[in-house]
């Protein structure tokens, strides 16, 4: 009976192949939309990722504090906020000279100024700016502890342009699902009712609606997944065209693309129950 | 099996049919004669429920007025043969293939079972070696008969013709009409209506004129016939049928009438089944 319905809907889909190319270039269309968008927040997240990867916070330390209450705030921190590297006033001088380049420069300065400080590598849940400037207002309230410094505001834009990604794929991903039901919802409604008359027998023949619908779904589920078979064929090579101009632009993981293709039949499949359901009430009794 | 009791239909002002009452048993041939308009398909959609009477009940085997949900409806048309006068066949389809779907929409047999279960139904219309055919390669004649297999391949208690022989020239009606004949003679209960007296005639059965929606002669009046119980299928005597009994009209509690005929095998000369595309 399987089999029978998988008949049914190839036969339906090429007596009304021009509608059905149409709903699948539609669907490739919109669907390629929402899969760049896609693309862009992935590679987006991955750069911010890679970039907050190296977010740290520095904390300068007064000159004047033992190495035993410096080894106690290093313990404090480890504890609180993540990984702490201690980097000592000659060790910080000695990379400063390193940056500088040319020693000479460096002559008229006697005494080293800079002080000892302590890199925090900040655990994953941490890296974003109201984590950040928690924890850089609670360690500047340690008595062993000069400044903090971790690039506030650039942290924040940071963040804030995660987050405009993220809403921009959210309603770029809402309207294609919008668009996808209304082409899905139309296209079935119109090959049904193209097939009226053959829906009008089955029905006088006993047919339920489970049984004259079930072709019709199949029908739109396919349609729905060579669209989305389509598009990301489109954002492959698209990402392969791109990639050559730019380094370190990756393709969707396996799973965005699966969830993808699922999300555009799940759409589909709704579209194409409501429609033919709708349909069916008004092809007769 | 099926009666109507003090049934009537209104299209708006216009009045279909008048407080009509009749029934017809199990095994019975019935025949609705009137002219055109005079409520005869009305009667007809009436039993397959295409619409709902504007009062009175119509009982059709357990299926006993109101208004049945969308399931109950294909259930109740299921243990029913329908033969219209335009046949009604899906022209991209063979004639395998449309009797199949009658088939297949019982939902309860594999592809293997629904093989011969058509090729048997068209043996007993003749078509047997037109099955590949498509609508539009046969005779007006040669469509009703596959239409009649379509009709007859679920083996229903009861057939419905709205006017078999309608479109057919005299001799492909006659052979239509002595195909219903001997379907009839199988235990088929047959309800045709028809404008045409000799087509009445030809069937044998009881003929009941109806004019403007009404019974001008009072027949079926009978008062047991407006308060006859729903057919009982444990009660009835069995069909007298050779081939294949015709299933009790039972809704209950799915459509396990259907189950009542095995399907027959073909026979051993059987053509090849076509495969369905």
């Known amino acids: 009976m399987r089999t029978f319905f998988f008949r049914e809907a190839w036969r339906s889909f090429k007596q009304h192949r021009g509608l059905g190319i149409t709903a699948i270039f539609s669907l490739s269309a919109a669907l390629s939309l929402c899969g760049l968008f896609l693309l862009l927040t992935h590679n987006a997240d991955t750069a911010l990722l890679w970039i907050g990867d190296r977010r740290e916070m520095v904390i300068y330390l007064k ?5 035993a209450r410096r080894d106690a705030v290093i313990e404090s921190l480890r504890r609180l906020y993540g990984d702490v590297t201690y980097v000592s006033k000659d060790q910080a001088w000695k990379e400063f000279v390193e940056q500088v380049g040319d020693p ?3 002559d008229a300065v006697e005494q080293n100024p800079l002080p000892a400080s302590l890199r925090v590598k900040l655990r994953p849940e941490l890296l974003n700016y ?23 505001e650039w942290v924040r834009r940071l963040d804030e342009l995660g987050a405009s990604l993220r809403r921009g794929t959210l309603a770029v991903g809402a309207l294609v699902a919008i668009a996808i039901v209304f082409v899905i919802y139309n296209t079935i409604r119109l090959t049904v009712l193209a097939r009226r008359p053959q829906v009008e027998i089955m029905s006088r023949l006993g047919a339920t609606d489970r049984f004259i619908a079930t072709p019709f779904v199949i029908e739109a589920v396919l349609e729905a997944a060579i669209a989305a078979a389509l598009a990301l064929g489109v954002l492959f090579g698209f990402r392969h065209a791109v990639a050559a101009q730019v380094v370190g632009v990756v393709f969707l993981p396996p799973a965005w693309g699966l969830a993808f293709m699922g999300g555009a039949i799940a759409l589909a499949w709704i579209a194409a129950v409501f429609a033919i359901s709708r349909v069916l009430r008004s092809v007769g009794p | 099996m099926i009666s109507f009791e003090q049934v009537t239909k209104r299209y708006g002002q216009r009045l279909a049919l008048d407080s009509l009452s009749w029934r017809m048993d199990e095994g019975e041939c019935v025949v609705f004669l009137g002219h055109s308009g005079a409520g005869k398909t009305t009667l007809l959609r009436l039993i397959t429920h295409e619409i709902q009477p504007t009062s009175g009940t119509v009982t059709v085997g357990t299926f006993r007025g109101g208004r049945l949900s969308r399931p109950q409806r294909a259930l109740l048309r299921r243990t029913l043969g329908i033969i219209y006068e335009d046949f009604r066949l899906l022209g991209d389809r063979t004639v395998f293939e449309n009797v199949a779907l009658a088939v297949r929409i019982t939902g309860r047999f594999e592809e293997s079972d629904v093989i011969p279960r058509v090729l048997y139904a068209l043996d007993e219309v003749g078509l047997k070696s037109m099955q590949t055919a498509y609508p ?4 007006a004649g040669e469509k009703q008969r596959a239409a009649i297999a379509r009709a007859i391949v679920n083996r229903p208690a009861v057939l419905l013709a709205d006017e078999p022989t309608g479109a057919l020239e005299r001799r492909s009606a006659d052979e239509v009409l002595a195909l219903l004949r001997r379907i009839h003679g199988e235990g088929a209960a047959l309800l045709m209506v028809t404008t045409r007296q000799e087509v009445a005639d030809a069937m044998n059965g009881r003929v009941l004129r109806i004019e403007e929606g009404r019974r001008p002669d009072g027949e079926g009046l009978a008062p047991e016939a407006t308060s006859a119980p729903a057919f009982d299928a444990a009660q009835a005597p069995p069909p007298a049928l050779d081939v294949a009994p015709a299933p009790a009209l039972d809704a209950a509690p799915a459509d396990s009438a259907l189950d009542a005929a095995p399907a027959p095998v073909p026979a051993a000369d059987s053509a090849p089944a076509p495969e369905a595309s």
């Open chain 1, 63 to 67: 000159d004047d504090v033992s190495d």
């Open chain 1, 104 to 106: 000479g420069l460096l």
């Open chain 1, 130 to 152: 109201p984590s950040m400037e928690e924890a850089a207002q609670q360690v500047r309230q340690f008595p062993e502890v000069e400044d903090v410094r971790y690039g506030a």
């Open chain 2, 136 to 139: 539009s390669e046969l005779s």
